[in-house]
């Protein structure tokens, strides 16, 4: 068997639970605007300017207890969106409260899946981003290669001998 054929199955065996993942995964998030169970459609706020001071985001976001939300040190990002009038706070427990920036009220409550399916998609969650997901995206390229030449190597000794016939 020559060595394009065997890096090419040999590769393939090396990269597919990883390219698996990664394939799923980025369906998933592929999806994510349009499935709220993976993540939470953005509401509407009263304003388009923030006027909440972020003590006032902070005690907003500690109303909510599934959030789990006491300190800063609990809240992993805000997203602030002033055209939508609202921030998106994120717990580090992935719940996601939406705050409107002009009354303070907290407008939505859910678990926001699409971070976790993100780390997933990476390789990150699983710790080995660089040692198994690096890896496997450099050999699913050199699988590339290798398939393209196979692919194109009957293709060109047809073409060989159609001219190499034709000549005669």
């Not at 990664?22 to 998030?29: D, E, M, R």
């Not at 909510?64 to 994120?90: C, H, M, N, S, Y």
Request: overall charge positive; some cysteine.
């Amino acid at each position: 068997m020559n060595t394009s054929r065997r890096l090419h199955r040999w590769g393939a065996i090396l990269v597919a639970l990883p390219v698996i993942v990664v394939i799923a995964t980025g369906i998933l998030l592929q999806l994510k605007k349009e499935w709220s169970w993976l993540q939470p459609p953005t509401t509407s706020g009263s304003g388009t300017a923030p006027t909440l001071s972020f003590d006032a985001i902070l005690a907003a976001a500690r109303t909510v207890p599934e959030a789990e939300i006491e300190t800063w040190d609990d809240v992993d990002r805000l997203d602030v969106r002033p055209g939508d009038g609202i921030v998106k706070v994120r717990a580090r427990n992935r719940w996601e409260i939406q705050i409107d920036t002009q009354s303070a009220e907290v407008l939505q409550v859910a678990y926001r899946r699409s971070d976790l399916i993100e780390s997933l998609h990476d390789g990150s969650w699983f710790g080995i981003k660089l040692w198994i997901f690096l890896p496997a995206g450099l050999i699913l390229l050199l699988l590339w290669g290798t398939g393209v030449y196979l692919w194109w190597q009957p293709h060109s000794a047809r073409r060989r001998r159609a001219r190499v016939t034709t000549c005669d």
